[in-house]
Nanobody, 117 residues
Framework: QVQLVESGGGLVQSGGSLRLSCTAS????????LAWYRQAPGNQRELVAS???????NYTDSVKGRFTISRTNAKNTVYLQMNNLKPEDTAVYYC???????????WGKGTPVTVSS
């Protein structure tokens, strides 16, 4: 069965950095587009970054220049490098693998990130 497992979240001070990882199993990883979402308590789920199977990236405006999404297909892993973290980045971060043309979508259970001021 398909599983996506995130890791790397934690507590960090403002201005610090974290690298999130998400490792997938049960899918042909290289053909999937990937994304990171986040959700803070009481807020809507927000798309943070996406990475197509051909390497195209997109970022929400609030993280541009600070976050970088990347993938290592040989390890079935997608990363989110987060630099210059701000308290407003505090949320549970979820990885997502999807095939838009087929309506396929898989989610991890999330990893919490807390940025203190």
């Amino acid at each position: 069965q398909v599983q996506l497992v995130e890791s790397g979240g934690g507590l960090v001070q403002s201005g610090g950095s974290l690298r999130l990882s998400c490792t997938a199993s049960g899918i042909v990883f290289s053909i999937y587009a990937l994304a990171w979402y986040r959700q803070a308590p009481g807020n809507q789920r927000e798309l943070v970054a996406s990475l197509s199977s051909t390497g195209t990236t997109n970022y929400t405006d609030s993280v541009k220049g600070r976050f970088t999404i990347s993938r290592t297909n040989a390890k079935n892993t997608v990363y989110l490098q987060m630099n210059n973290l701000k308290p407003e980045d505090t949320a549970v971060y979820y990885c997502n693998a999807y095939r838009l043309a087929f309506g396929m979508d898989f989610w991890g259970k999330g990893t919490p990130v807390t940025v203190s001021s």
